[in-house]
Nanobody
Framework: QVQLVESGGGLVQAGGSLRLSCAVS????????MGWLRQAPGKEREFVAA????????IYRGSVRGRFTISKDNAKNTVYLQMSSLKPEDTAVYYC????????????????WGQGTQVTVSS
C-alpha cells in the first residue's frame, strides 16, 4: 500500500517562496509518475505539476510554469515542489498523488492521495 505524507506548507507573502515535500512509502516512487495538485476553497482540485518515474520528464500547469519546479530524490523517496514568486491565487491545499498511467494533467488520473498541506499567500 502506498502512503504519501506532504509537508512544507505555510503562510508566505506574495513574491515569496516555499518548498513542499512529499515522502512516499512503497514501490510507487520508483514505478509511477508523481504529481502535485491543489484545491482552493470552493474550487475543484486542479493539476499543478508532475514528474515521470525516472525523473527525466516534467509537465506543469500553465499558470505556474517558470515559477514552480517539481523534482524527486530517489535516495529519500521524496518528491518536491519548489514554489517561487508566489501569488495570492496560489493559495490552496496542495496534495501529492500517484499516477499509475504515466504523466498526466487530469486530476482523475491520480490516486493514492496524501493528506495535503496548506499554502496561504498573502497580498
Amino acid at each position: 500500500q502506498v502512503q504519501l505524507v506532504e509537508s512544507g506548507g505555510g503562510l508566505v507573502q506574495a513574491g515569496g517562496s516555499l518548498r513542499l515535500s512529499c515522502a512516499v512509502s512503497g514501490r510507487a516512487f520508483s514505478t509511477y509518475a508523481m504529481g502535485w495538485l491543489r484545491q482552493a476553497p470552493g474550487k475543484e482540485r486542479e493539476f499543478v505539476a508532475a514528474i515521470s518515474w525516472s525523473g527525466d520528464k516534467t509537465i506543469y500547469r500553465g499558470s505556474v510554469r517558470g515559477r514552480f519546479t517539481i523534482s524527486k530524490d530517489n535516495a529519500k523517496n521524496t518528491v518536491y515542489l519548489q514554489m517561487s514568486s508566489l501569488k495570492p491565487e496560489d493559495t490552496a491545499v496542495y496534495y501529492c498523488a500517484v499516477s499509475r498511467g504515466g504523466l498526466a494533467s487530469r486530476p482523475g488520473a491520480y490516486d493514492s492521495w496524501g493528506q495535503g498541506t496548506q499554502v496561504t499567500v498573502s497580498s
